[in-house]
């Protein structure tokens, strides 16, 4: 039988999403506390990878098990074996031919900037950082000019393995909530690294570095050398993964206020 689960987690501790040798990464603990549950090994493909030091709010996963369980079980057993840091927040049997990477029709991340001259302390890793002002306009031009059909080469990382670089950009949206800049935006998929270095290029427009017209350029130069550095992983979450409404996923609870879908 094929089960799906929604995973929230703090990615601050882990090595990522994807399985490692060093066991350390969010895949090899859920894969540990179910296998416990089940009493046999459990293998999940999940809907996205995230990288060392991101966060999720909407994972989902899904897995293949025999074992008879009731579905509660697969939610408080296995997060009373979790780290602190991950939570399964919901888990359901679901048709075999659900797969929780390839049956999904976009994917939603945000990321959330704390603009102040001080650092942040108290969400020290779960924001990004800058201290002064931001023309927020410019930034909201520029990425008004991603969205759309392009090839996001300038803006996947060197490792990046996925077979093609085209990508289609739904919505990017940016807003202002107090002293946080939140940057939402949703994909068909995305590279290795895109989302970080699309919110790293709106940064550099929006302390003045460049004008909004240059991340055209920059998007059509092809070039990862021509854009700007990375922006850190603390501040990204994977807030929600989209799927047709005839699976009948359940949603996720509302966790961080500023990171409110809009």
Not at 90 to 113: D, H, I, K, Q, T
Request: glycine content about 8%.
């Amino acid at each position: 039988m094929r089960f799906v689960i929604g995973v929230s987690y703090d990615g601050r501790g882990f090595e990522g999403w994807q399985s490692q040798p060093s066991g350390r990464t969010v895949q090899d603990h859920l894969e540990a506390a179910l296998s416990q549950i089940a009493a046999t090994p459990v293998r999940i493909t999940g809907a996205g990878r995230t990288d060392t030091g991101v966060h999720a709010l909407g994972q989902v996963a899904h897995f293949d098990c025999d074992a008879i369980r009731p579905e509660a079980a697969w939610v408080r057993g296995a997060n009373a074996v979790l780290p602190d840091a991950i939570a399964v927040q919901w888990a359901m049997p679901v048709g075999a031919e659900f797969n929780a990477r390839f049956s999904a029709v976009a994917r939603r991340y945000v990321y959330l900037l704390y603009v102040h001259p001080v650092r942040p302390s108290l969400l020290a890793g779960k924001v990004g950082w800058y201290h002064a002002l931001l023309d927020i306009e410019a930034m909201r031009g520029a990425a008004a000019m991603l969205v759309g059909r392009h090839d996001f080469s300038a803006f996947r990382s060197s490792q990046c393995q996925a077979r093609s670089p085209v990508r289609t950009l739904k919505s990017f949206d940016i807003r202002v909530q107090g002293p946080y800049v939140v940057f939402e935006v949703a994909a068909d998929a995305f590279l290795h690294h895109m989302v970080r270095n699309l919110v790293g290029c709106l940064l550099y427009i929006g302390k003045g570095a460049h004008p909004a017209a240059w991340i055209e350029q920059v998007l059509a130069g092809r070039d990862r050398k021509q854009a700007a550095p990375t922006i850190a992983p603390g501040g990204l979450y994977l807030a929600e993964v989209c799927y047709a409404d005839h699976w009948k996923l359940p949603g996720f609870p509302r966790m961080m206020p500023q990171l409110e879908l809009s």
